[in-house]
């Protein structure tokens, strides 16, 4: 099984220096950095399972980091490290998707603590899923592709990844829009069409070559949601 990947975004070299030695103590694998611009590139372009985000950054404001690490990866854990006193800080970074925060100075048992506590309940992405098999190809999610027997291909995004596994790791079972706009993407479902989430499907549907009026991959339940044909991949 792979280990976990963290990203680490601190500017104090103790302190990352520390926490990076405690993950790896406990089994994860770590990535770092130092700067704000340098974090936010690899947080966007860079694989990784969760990111430990400090607020205060030279080369970049972390409230603006988590702003667009959520806005491109929707699903991807984030907890936040702060020195701030401010409420204020903590309550603004949860109000833009911060999966939980602790406060500095912290100890490394607290912080792994809530670390596996997160990654716990974080959206179901079964990471065993690699490839789902299509009538007329496959669609490789570890190369985030579809590729057909005639040779033609098309780039899959990440929410289109998240979603085929989130489908395949719930076989046989028809999942509504709105578990998949809390548990897929973590949006809360009050404040989003449903039409959104059709949408997309719309779009996969596209990609697959899944013909909408007589769908082999992704079938519409009626009155439920949608699930994926065939149970899954390897």
Not at 58 to 81: C, F, K, M, N, Y
Not at 95 to 112: M, N, T
Not at 189 to 215: F, Q
Request: aromatic fraction near 4%.
């Amino acid at each position: 099984m792979n280990r976990k990947i963290v990203l680490v975004i601190e500017d104090d070299p103790a302190v990352r220096q520390g926490i990076l030695d405690a993950l790896r103590f406990a089994g994860y694998a770590a990535s770092e950095a130092a700067r704000g611009d340098e974090g936010l590139e690899k947080a966007l372009h860079s694989a990784c399972d969760l990111i430990l985000l400090d607020l205060v950054l030279p080369g970049g404001d972390g409230l603006e980091i988590l702003r667009q690490v959520r806005s491109a990866h929707p699903t991807l854990p984030v907890i936040i490290l702060t020195a701030r006193g401010d409420e204020s800080d903590r309550v603004k970074g949860l109000q833009l998707g911060a999966d939980d925060y602790v406060v500095k100075p912290f100890s490394i048992r607290e912080l792994l603590a809530r670390l596996e506590a997160v990654l716990r309940r974080s959206p179901e992405r079964p990471s065993d899923v690699e490839k789902i098999p299509l009538p007329d190809g496959v669609a490789d999610l570890a190369r985030c592709e579809v590729r057909f027997r005639d040779g033609g291909r098309c780039d899959l995004s990440e929410r289109e990844i998240h979603l085929l596994r989130y489908l395949a790791g719930n076989a046989g079972r028809a999942i509504s829009r709105d578990e998949i706009l809390s548990r897929v993407w973590r949006l809360d479902p009050r404040g989003v069409t449903t039409r959104t989430i059709d949408m997309h499907v719309a779009r996969l549907r596209e990609k697959l070559r899944d013909d909408p009026e007589r769908p082999r991959v992704l079938l519409t339940v009626r009155g439920k949601g949608y699930m994926l044909a065939g149970g899954g991949g390897s």
